[in-house]
């Protein structure tokens, strides 16, 4: 069988006599995949990609397919059948009584990409890492089970485009929950099931806010909120922090006109205050005044260690506050759930702007979920974390102060998932850096959570889904880095 | 048990009598929830209610937790508990010697929130919706096993925090799909999993483009790209559609800075019409002129009647493409799964975008969807929907121009999920809106998928996922109202 360069100046590739010589008819340098059923897309496949390619160079003289067919050990008409489809291609060209070739005029090949596999960041999941949780995996087999039955029973409306608010029951459920638990009592058609906290932030400062407009956050505060909020053009206003909490007057001072402000009501991130009463009506106060959202993230109030948290303000005001809630603390941040309870006024403007980005979310999961609320199965997952969440606290505000001499004093926290561990006065906090690097840990300073510099350093450590070992041996570590810290920089 | 009112001014009640006749001992307003074990967080739970609805106004005298726990039959120290917990709540005041009192200044109780159900737009499924699917139960069966599986097996990196880009398994199988059948050589690092294409087209646009920036779209084109890229802050530049599919003169000549073009190659929505080989090259050298981007939205190439789809753009150029595909066609749209193929230097800035809005997505359904991919069950279930669909394709286009005497004229296509039924030139373009009335159909009208008006007008009409009943009724009703028109409207 004879292949022939008709024209080696457009071909890329070196010499004629290379190509000649490769092209002999046994290797027609084309991989077929054996995967691909139809005879005729095999080899229309495998000319495509080696024409793109560029081993198959434009003016290059294809086989008869009466030839080739015999070659591959197919019948010529899945090979006369894949030069049509390489015609309609405008991949091979046809000149009268001479044969196909390969096309002229098609871009250059590229090379193929050598893959730049770009850096992804994720958490770092050392001991101490913020946001884990642990799953036993009784649980997971229900879970999984749950979800099984939801798909092997889907309607028709499940397949099909769906609720942009998310499952019916589960927002039954939630509605159900927040009655109990947080004093908040709304309808299910105002709950909007999202991906996580941040993603319920975004949408709603997507909706409801317009580039440029000043909102109060926390300082110290919660970084993944800041980052939502500016990627919807909001200007943040650093509003400081004291022990009830968010400072109104502060924030009022520095912006009156703010737009929104976005609170942890009930367990400050990362400093454990809860807002007070007195500082609640105040900030509801302002917000109805002002006509500013109130973004409550209530991200943690599952996890009590000393009696029930405060009602939530979306529990005191049911028209400028926006309940954020979420799923990765009870139940784990890979399941991707979480909650927002909207005020009427605002629920069409955030589906709008759902409708305009991912549409409505997947169902199957959170049917599933709402199975295993509604059996009690969460219920029962949520008591015994309760106590191991509340016994690695323990071990923490024990081991922390011994392990450092008493240079770290660990805030033992009402609620949640974290504690910080402050240093004492007769550290450096500039050493900060150091102790944690020295330590190998990967805590957050409580310095890198605030927008504006000053105030007490600590160490933001997460306790929750560690194992004991983990957190012994990291506590160890942190407290000897700290005594360490203290004797180098007296 | 006295029960008094001792400030009816500020109670929000009629008369002092009314209320005390009410609050007898045994019928203080307050509702016990059962589901709550704990009784102190039971009675908490219910006081704070009643006072939060302000049936129990402020000032009001509670009874002694003796007399409250004997009536509830409860332990004292539940009651205590419980007042202890309003008390740090700020719900209650205790006045030294006198008791506790329903706190005052708290903010007025809310009307229960009179639920105004919002509207929620759905699109409407009658006969000709687009985009539905069939699915058979015995795929649901092994998705939902295959799901089970993967939550009940989950690692810890499963429950954590997750890959931005999604499930590396799902990845993987659709690079290798990608290779075989759209000529496009990826690698899985750079493949970003998507709730669908709507999703995929506003990261990146949200990404990769600046509010203001000029995008060429097809013209007619497909809404939910429009809303997108709108949303996105983008300058729609509608571009014409001609028989060889985006005229790339035509837009070079409205905007030949634009920033990016969103094109449907394969299959044009709506027309169907297949970008020619000519207009492919043209269009990435204007891309690459440009430093343009290249939205590549092939959404139904997996169902093709006539050969196999041309390469798609992205097996073209690597550069300047980005390349979405779902699976919202092949499977179901409540799956909420789609793709982009992001050339490398826009991986930073889309995952960058996706870290600021819903930070990475769920992955047990996707590693489920790669386990019936690696099993040949989407394949054959690929197989089965093509002869399935392509037999409703021949039933619209047989029954079309018969029920409307030859008055629509159906335009056949190779690929794809719905058709274009044309209005004979006989017919008043006007009339179509009223024909689809009258028909009770819920197509939509090709005008309406036009920026720019005038053309010829159609019916766009889904095929798939209906039944053969409702196509041969939907196809009749259609006929006979079209007939109709032509004769009311001459």
Redesign the interface.
Known sequence: MAIVVLNSATSGINTRTTLTERLTASDLPIRL?P??RSQA?RV??AL??GI?EGLLPAGLKLPSSRALAMQLGMGRNAVV?AY??LL????VETRQGAGTFVAA???AP?A??S????P????D?GAFAL???H?E?AF??R???A??????G?SL?????????GSAHLRQQIARFL???R?I???P??IVI???T??GL?LCANALLS?GDPVWVEDPGYD?AK??L??AGARLIPVSVDREGIDIAAGIGAAPHARAVYVTPSHQFPTGVTL???R??AL?DWAQRAGAWVFEDDYDSEFRYA??P??ALA????ERVIYIGTFAKTL?????LGYLVLP?SA??PV?A?R???????????QDAVADVIADGTVAAHLRRMRTRYAAARELLIEALPTASGGLLHPDAPDQGLHLIAYLAPEVDPGCAPWIRDRAGIVARLLSETRLIPGGREGFVLGFSGHTVADLRDGAARLGAATQEAAAVFP
Chains 1, 2 share one sequence.
Request: hydrophobic letters at 40%.
């Open positions: 995949d995967t691909i897309l229309h496949a495509r990609t793109l059948a049509e489809h309609s291609d405008g991949l005029g098609l871009p590229q193929a990409p893959p730049p596999m770009p992804v960041e994720r958490p999941r946001g884990r949780t799953v995996p997971l087999a879970l999984g089970a979800v099984r039955r939801r798909i092997a889907a409306s499940d397949l099909d485009y769906g609720d942009p608010r009655a109990v638990h004093g009592r709304c309808d058609a105002c999202v991906s996580g941040q993603h975004r580039p993944a980052t939502a500016t990627a007070s009463m007195r609640r009506v509801l009696g029930p405060l009602t529990g005191l005001s049911a784990f941040p890979g399941l991707r009427p629920v069409r589906l702007e409708a305009a980005f991912d549409r409505f979310p997947q169902k199957f999961l």
